[in-house]
């Protein structure tokens, strides 16, 4: 069983920045990466992170969001940057033991942290 922890969710008013955490219960995981959920809205995939480093981004946040990740803590990290209201979502940390996954179908998901961006 692969349990993932995310922390540094919160309230920031726009333009400000928060740095995410999430944190997997065993090493050796391959791809990982973050999804979120606006209220209402559809899920979507954020940005993703490989074993060696190989990143992938949402048009919508490229230039602000940054994911980066430490294979010795087995924790994966999100930086955002310049946020926005619309980035406000449940943001899901995601992982597998596939170092690519097809169509963001990840297997271990986290339980969500709250990120509110006001205006």
């Known amino acids: 069983q692969v349990q993932l922890v995310e922390s540094g969710g919160g309230l920031v008013q726009a333009g400000g920045s928060l740095r995410l955490s999430c944190a997997a219960s065993?090493?050796?995981?391959?791809?990982m990466g973050w999804y979120r959920q606006p209220p209402g809205k559809q899920r979507e995939l954020v940005a993703t992170i490989t074993r060696g480093g190989t990143t992938n981004y949402v048009d919508s946040v490229k230039g602000r969001f940054a994911i980066s990740r430490d294979n010795a803590k087995n924790t994966v990290y999100l930086q955002m940057n310049s946020l926005k209201p619309e980035d406000t979502a449940v943001y899901y940390c995601v992982a597998d033991t596939r170092n690519y996954v097809l169509q963001g179908a990840y297997n271990y998901w986290g339980q969500g942290t709250q990120v509110t961006v006001s205006s």
């Open positions: 065993i090493f050796s995981l391959g791809s």
